[in-house]
């Protein structure tokens, strides 16, 4: 089946640091990935997404390259605002047989960011 | 309204009960999902309805769980005889139509907690 692993978190950083959150996955075939963010009180947003192997998917400053060898997507950012406090979550959408569009989540990073 | 609404907020039941969690999507969308997220984990599929049908309730977890959407647009999952290991916040997410991929818009989530 498909699978989702994330760093374990939290991660505390502070303001203008580099940020990496590690995501790797389990699927068959060739699933699109995404990066979700929760803020506080929030619903989750799309962050950013890929499609395709070597797409790389970049929104508000993040990146994340879809790497098929290693079956990687890692967010990162060069350098973090307060703002960016927030839970992260990598899923995937695998579109074998009648997935329907549902996604797979990752368990979540906690990101904080101290000024 | 311009985004997916969840009703309640906050849900606290005694063991036992039987809760209703709603929720309104944007409105045309055709596609409609519910998730369950518990607590430090990553959300979960329970259900997935295309306009008034439910075409995979794979993730549903037991019979206790019951999920309709009659209109073909606000939907109800209704848990009845809730346990504990019902705690959890409940997301709902619509998507415009019924492709295989469509960036899924989330509600801010229903929490519910069972004493």
């Known amino acids: 089946g498909n699978s989702v692993t994330q760093m374990e978190g939290p991660v505390t950083l502070s303001e203008e640091a580099f940020l990496t959150i590690n995501c790797t996955y389990t699927?068959?075939?060739?699933?699109?990935l995404f990066w979700y963010v929760q803020y506080p009180g929030e619903g989750l947003q799309l962050l950013l997404k890929a499609t395709k192997a070597d797409d790389k998917g970049s929104n508000k400053g993040f990146e994340a390259t879809y790497r098929k060898e290693t079956t990687s997507f890692h967010l990162e950012k060069g350098s973090v605002q307060v703002s960016d406090s927030a839970v992260y979550f990598c899923a995937l959408y695998n579109a074998g047989g009648t997935s329907y569009g549902k996604l797979t989540f990752g368990q979540g990073t906690i990101l904080t960011v101290h000024p | 309204g311009a985004g997916v609404s969840q009703s309640p907020r906050y849900k606290v039941a005694k063991r036992g009960q039987d809760v209703a969690l709603r929720c309104d999507p944007i409105?045309?969308?055709?596609?409609l999902f519910w998730y369950q997220q518990a607590l430090g984990q990553g959300p979960e599929f329970l259900t997935y309805?295309?306009?008034?049908?439910?075409?995979?309730k794979s993730g549903l977890p037991s019979d206790r769980f019951f999920a309709e959407r009659p209109e073909g647009s606000v939907s109800t999952l209704k848990i009845q005889r809730t346990q504990q290991e019902d705690s959890a916040v409940y997301l709902c997410?619509?998507?415009?139509?019924?492709?295989?991929?469509?960036?899924?818009?989330f509600g801010p989530g229903t929490r519910l907690t069972v004493l």
């Open positions: 997410a619509s998507t415009e139509t019924e492709l295989s991929y469509n960036e899924q818009f």
């Open positions: 699927a068959t075939g060739y699933p699109s």
């Open positions: 309805f295309q306009n008034e049908a439910q075409l995979d």
């Open positions: 409105s045309g969308h055709v596609s």
